[in-house]
């Protein structure tokens, strides 16, 4: 079974610009979730995504978003995009929505804003 | 609001020894779940063990083990018979029963010297 696949693995955009971040889950898999690893500020939960509905949120601004199709692959965007976006994003799938359940990562887009 | 906390920025073990990893959190939800996960250099994030908080038994997943000490709000890993290939970041999380939202320590590197 396929794991999970980010794209791209890599971006450089530039301030003020906006990107999409792509993430494909373990079929099967209906949960989606996103977070963004920083050196200063860790692993930060970002949102998931649940049969196409966001269930959780994290403390980011309103630039950034996501959506979750019928297929259970997700894309979080990110508007007005500036210096301290740059990050590694992290992509999650778990069959279900139940916090028990293992978390399986993507290999995350690194993403650079100049 | 849930937190983690890993006081041990890195350490160092010797190849066969024994090392424990830190990790204390806090959270006043009496149903949730505790996560090592384990992320080596450019590579994707694994899960290493899972502790169900109701349940008082360590967790055991072949060299990895778990001190779970639910009162003192205590989650440490050990490794036995370190090896090479357990060089990494590793992160300590806690999710809550409803949705995957992890919640991660700011990681320790274990640094496996032959």
């Known amino acids: 079974k396929a794991g999970v696949t980010q794209t791209p693995r890599y971006l450089i955009k530039t301030r003020g610009q906006q990107v999409t971040l792509s993430c494909s889950p373990i079929?099967?898999?209906?949960?989606v979730s996103w977070y963004q690893q920083t050196p200063g500020q860790g692993l930060q939960f970002l949102f998931e995504?649940?049969?196409?509905?966001?269930?959780n949120k994290g403390n980011f601004p309103g630039r950034f978003s996501g959506r979750q199709f019928s297929n259970s692959r997700s894309e979080m965007n990110v508007s007005t995009l500036e210096l301290g976006d740059s990050a590694l994003y992290l992509c999650?799938?778990?069959?279900?929505?139940?916090?028990?359940?293992?978390?399986?990562f993507g290999p995350g887009t690194r993403l650079t804003v100049t | 609001a849930q937190t983690v906390t890993q006081s041990q920025p890195e350490m160092s073990v010797q190849e066969a020894e024994t090392v424990t990893l830190s990790c204390t959190y806090d959270?006043?939800?009496?149903?949730?779940?505790l996560f090592w996960y384990k992320q080596p250099p450019s590579r994707q994030m694994i899960l290493v063990i899972r502790?169900?908080?109701?349940?008082?038994q360590n967790a055991t997943e072949n060299r990895f083990s778990v001190n779970f000490q639910k009162a003192a709000k205590s989650f440490s890993l050990k490794i036995s018979d370190s090896q090479l290939g357990d060089a990494a970041m590793y992160f300590c999380?806690?999710?809550?029963?409803?949705?995957?939202?992890?919640?991660f320590g700011a990681g320790t590197i274990l640094r496996v010297k032959s």
């Open positions: 999650a799938s778990s069959l279900a929505g139940i916090g028990s359940y293992e978390q399986y």
């Open positions: 079929s099967g898999h209906r949960s």
């Open positions: 999380a806690c999710s809550l029963e409803y949705g995957n939202k992890l919640v």
């Open positions: 959270t006043s939800e009496s149903d949730y779940y």
């Open positions: 502790q169900e908080a109701y349940k008082q």
């Open positions: 995504y649940f049969s196409e509905t966001q269930r």
